[in-house]
């Protein structure tokens, strides 16, 4: 599933891959190299999690972000007063060309509708050798909470979670394929890399709680099974992960990108 049709309920976002958020910011925040006196755009801002790493570091005065969920841009708004927030998505921003100093987006490349034409966007709306730069998750390796999902998931529902298995379907999750996706929207100077973010549980319910919302094509598939198909699914991801009832973190791996507007 692509798009911003999963990615409504901001509470449950916060508390499912959101978890991850901060700390993934600070790693692309560094790895962009964004310095205090430049002007940002977070595109795909979901609920505000890297913008307010950002408003943070520059200030909310200088921090823009564009979402297509409105429930999602509302929470981003909520969260961050002063950071001017707009409905819209990657393929067509609402910002003149070169307005910002660096174009981000944390975890979102891979639900555009049309990535190619997002990047694209992303490098017309920053300034000549400004940085655009963006990161996905590992789905295929290093997530581990994702991996552990769908590999559960796979043992409830072998054929429906194989075509759902975001390390499977998604597009962009690889440094060759974001590299190839950069280079393609003319941007310079690319380089790739690994991030790592990371998240704390206080048990394994903690972390269960948020999946039968519908958040995200995890939850999405999860809120689709009937109650012992979830049953099913709870005690195969709880297995796989080795988890129970003792606090635990769990680490993940995002690819990251970024290149020079040209
Ligand atoms: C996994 S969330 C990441 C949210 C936020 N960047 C973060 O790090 O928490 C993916 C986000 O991409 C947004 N999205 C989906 N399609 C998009 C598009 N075409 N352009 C921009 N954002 C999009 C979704 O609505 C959602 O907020």
Do not use: K
């Not at 789905?139 to 075509?163: N, S």
């Amino acid at each position: 599933m692509t798009g911003a049709d999963t990615f409504r309920a901001a509470a449950a976002y916060d508390r499912a891959v959101g978890r991850y958020g901060a700390s993934l910011a600070v790693e692309l925040i560094a790895f962009a190299g964004v310095e205090p006196g430049m002007r940002a755009l977070d595109v795909g801002c979901g609920t505000g999690l890297l913008t307010a790493a950002l408003a943070e570091r520059l200030g909310a005065e200088n921090v823009a972000g564009a979402e297509p969920s409105e429930p999602f841009a509302e929470a981003c708004r909520a969260r961050l007063p002063g950071v001017e927030v707009v409905v819209a998505g990657a393929e067509a921003l609402p910002f003149g060309e070169g307005a910002f100093d660096a174009a981000l987006s944390q975890l979102v490349v891979n639900f555009m509708r049309d990535a190619e034409a997002g990047v694209r966007e992303l490098a017309r709306v920053t300034r000549p050798g400004g940085v655009v730069a963006s990161c996905v998750w590992d789905y295929a390796g290093e997530m581990t909470l994702l991996r552990a999902f769908w590999d559960a998931a796979r043992e409830v529902e072998p054929e429906r979670a194989a075509a759902a298995d975001e390390g499977v379907v998604m597009r962009w999750c690889s440094e060759e394929e974001l590299r190839e996706l950069w280079e393609g929207a003319g941007l310079r100077d690319v380089s790739t890399g690994a991030l790592m973010a990371r998240a704390a549980y206080d048990d394994f319910e903690d972390l269960w709680a948020p999946f039968p919302s519908g958040i995200a094509p995890s939850g999405a598939f999860t809120a689709s099974l009937d109650v012992v198909g979830r049953a099913a699914l709870h005690d195969a991801f709880r297995r796989r992960l080795g988890v129970g009832g003792e606090p635990f973190e769990l680490t993940a791996r995002a690819w990251a990108v970024r290149g020079a507007a040209p």
